[in-house]
């Protein structure tokens, strides 16, 4: 293995926020490869908070997650408490778009992907 570290499924501070950056980046890439196989838009929001964790401890997962902004592989980054502030805003946005039902954008909400580091 040489210097590459593996450190998936441990429990150690760093691995688990590298499992989540990890997972959510290959949510993105099956997001997209939907879009193009399938012809279906899926919104991928990630959450984050914990200061200590992302500005203190993090900063390089950190970059990793603007990285896949701006790919394309996440949609929007909601950071702390702009959950509470922006969330409610995105929902609105769902159910004004064309073909959004009431259930189906309640359903997004729900199934929006959440990681974190703690």
Not at 43 to 49: A, E, G, Q, S
Not at 65 to 83: A, K, T
Request: net charge negative.
């Amino acid at each position: 293995m040489g210097s590459e570290r593996i450190h998936y499924y441990t429990t150690t501070f760093g691995s688990r926020v590298a499992d989540g950056v990890y997972e959510t980046l290959l949510d993105g890439m099956e997001i997209e490869e939907l879009a193009s196989s399938e012809k279906v838009n899926v919104l991928h929001y990630l959450m984050i908070d914990a200061r200590y964790t992302w500005w203190d401890c993090g900063k390089s997962y950190l970059c990793r997650v603007i990285d896949m902004l701006h790919m394309g592989y996440v949609d929007e980054i909601l950071v702390g408490r702009e959950v509470l502030t922006r969330l409610p805003i995105s929902v609105r946005e769902w159910m004004r778009k064309p073909g959004m039902v009431q259930g189906s954008a309640v359903s997004a909400a729900a199934d929006s992907t959440v990681k974190y580091g703690r």
